[in-house]
């Protein structure tokens, strides 16, 4: 598009007029006997004010001052301009414009004053005095591009499109030949819904600017919309033939994939990944796309990967297409490859948190606790405040039993938490769980009560908590409380419910023990876990029911459980 500097710059030319002083203002001005101006002192001293006041964005004063003004000089239409200015400033939009009425009246020929006036008479809602003075300004001073633009938007919105090309003509004829025009031409004619008159516009545009790729692929669109296939595969045939520009490949996709034509679709889609003219963004997301389809239908998972690959192939040095290649490889079950393709991204773009965010996952899902620690020390030291990668630290020494160093981690990344108190929750959690680990028992209900209290719905925390407590029969009533808000919070969960019978049990209530015990065996359906299986036993023990608790201690035995524990249990050395 051309620049449009002439009409700024007068704009600019004249706003120095405007403060450069009383002399050439007119109006407020008196003569000498030969004829020379003169000025008056009272007129000039009140307009000089009213500049100063403005620079000091004193409005109020600078209104007053205006005003003095117009008691030395009424007729200075310049002062009338000044003071509509003010007024639109100040949001007085109808004091405003009964100021720009008058300076147009005093001053028909200023355009900085129609210009003004259409300005405020748009913003009253006053189409018309808004279309007569940009009128006049388009006639008068077809350079202003702006108030040309001005008059075209309004004329499209109020349907008058004829009058709003007329516009374009003008706004043609004064700066030239330019792409923008026909697209312009091509807009008001759908607005109007002249298909072919539109067409014809897209038709010149190519004609004229053949290197537009814009123009063959909105003529493509509408023929392929008035279902006219053939015409708008000819249209990008030729295109493409003369410009080799990605973006047709991909439009001619559109337009097989509506005929059915899926194959033939995908080979223009290919060719769209290694021709110029498509930006990286737009290839990214279509092969996003194929990523999320291909988790849902398996059958297009290698057609998803030749995309890929071909991505990584043409941007050698961008980290994204590897990003999808670690994406397609997860889907597909290869979460060690989809590791390294993530860490083949990083090396080539470290600068994302993201990114290592998805390594550092892929590495827990593998429980390559190695590799999660030097990951996360890593993405640390390139993001110090995010408290997540010291997290994943506390976790990664936790797993390998370095307690110390996960304790001094976990303290880490609570300190950078702000404000996220499902997060902080879980850390304590953790320092909890270690303390446990290490048989601290008050150091670990100190944690899991703050945890707790920091938030009172972590179920991790309260499950946990109370089978710890009804494991070392301590503080039962407690375990009791928090297990059954567990159950309450996520119901059906076999887990949960052999927490809530175990705390329950222990506590003393063998009865309703016994109903949550049940359920939690249920739950766990055709092979139900040994923890849950012993637990039966000894519920059903309690409450003599000795042959059906012996039955409950073998099926824990056979499903692994622990002999030293079920055999004495049996009667069984």
């Given amino acids: 598009m051309i620049l449009r500097t002439t009409y700024r710059c007068a704009w600019l ?25 003169q000025v008056d002192p009272d007129f000039h001293n009140a307009y000089y004010a009213a500049q100063v006041a403005k620079v ?94 001005m008059l075209l938007d309004l004329r499209a919105a109020e349907g008058r499109y004829g009058e709003a090309l007329e516009v374009v003509d003008v706004l043609e004829k004064e700066w030239g030949p330019d792409a923008e025009w026909h697209l312009e031409r ?8 002249k298909l072919d008159e539109a067409l014809g516009n897209l038709a010149d545009l190519e004609r004229d600017f053949p290197e537009v790729v814009e123009a063959p692929l909105q003529r493509a669109r509408i023929l392929n919309t008035l279902g006219r296939s053939e015409e708008a595969e000819s249209v990008l045939s030729n295109a493409l033939e003369r410009t080799g520009n990605g973006r047709l490949h991909l439009e001619w996709a559109h ?31 279509i092969a996003w796309t194929y990523i999320e389809l291909a988790e849902i239908q398996a059958d297009l998972r290698p057609e998803t990967g030749r995309l890929v690959d071909l991505l990584v192939q043409a941007h050698p040095e961008a980290a994204e ?8 490889l997860d889907i597909q079950g290869d979460a060690e490859g989809a590791l390294a393709a993530l860490e083949e991204a990083l090396e080539r773009d470290a600068n994302s948190a993201e990114r290592w965010l998805e390594a550092c996952q892929l590495a827990i899902s593998t429980g390559q606790w190695e590799r999660l620690n030097g990951l996360s020390e890593s993405a640390g030291s390139m993001f110090p405040n995010l408290p997540v990668f010291p997290y994943f630290r506390g976790m990664a020494y936790m797993e390998t039993g370095e307690y110390r160093s996960a304790e001094r981690q976990l303290k880490m990344a609570r300190n950078l938490i702000v404000d996220r108190p499902d997060f902080e929750s879980d850390v304590l959690t953790m320092l909890a769980q270690i303390a446990h680990e290490q048989r601290d028992h008050p150091t670990s209900d100190d944690w899991f009560e703050l945890a707790i209290e920091v938030n009172p719905q972590n179920i991790l925390a309260l499950n946990n908590y109370a089978y710890y407590l009804a494991v070392r029969g301590e503080k039962t009533a407690r375990a009791v409380e928090m297990a059954a808000r567990v159950v309450a919070l996520s119901p059906g969960d076999a887990n949960f419910e052999d927490t809530y019978a175990w705390a329950l049990f222990r506590d003393g209530d063998a ?63």
């Fill in 13 to 37: 030319a004249m706003a120095a007029l405007l403060v450069g002083g009383c002399s050439v203002l007119g109006g407020g001005m008196a003569t000498d006997a030969e004829g020379l101006e």
């Fill in 56 to 149: 000091k964005g004193d409005r109020t004063g600078a209104r007053e001052s205006l005003l003095a003004c117009l008691d030395a000089a009424p007729e200075a239409a310049v002062v009338h301009f000044e003071l509509a200015r003010i007024e639109r400033m100040e949001g007085q939009w109808t004091a405003a414009m009964t100021a720009v009425e008058r300076a147009v009246v005093l001053d028909g020929e200023n355009p900085w004053y129609r210009r003004e006036l259409a300005e405020i008479a748009l913003e009253l809602g006053r189409n018309a005095e808004a279309d007569a003075a940009l009128e006049w300004l388009l006639v008068n001073k077809p350079e202003d591009d702006v108030a040309a633009m």
């Fill in 186 to 193: 091509h807009r008001l004619n759908m607005a109007a819904g």
């Fill in 255 to 285: 337009v097989l994939t509506a005929k059915g034509e899926t194959d033939a679709a995908r080979e223009h889609v290919r060719a769209a990944f290694t021709a110029p003219g498509v930006p990286l963004e737009e290839k990214l997301d």
């Fill in 321 to 328: 297409p590897l990003e999808l290649r670690a994406a397609l």
């Fill in 511 to 573: 009865e309703e023990a016994l109903t949550w015990i049940e359920l939690a065996l249920a739950h766990e359906g055709e092979r139900p876990s040994a923890t849950v299986l012993e637990h039966a036993g000894d519920i059903l023990s309690t409450l003599g029911r000795t042959e059906e608790a012996k039955a409950k201690w073998r099926a824990a035995l056979a499903a692994g459980g622990d002999p030293t524990n079920l055999q004495p249990k049996l009667g069984e050395e």
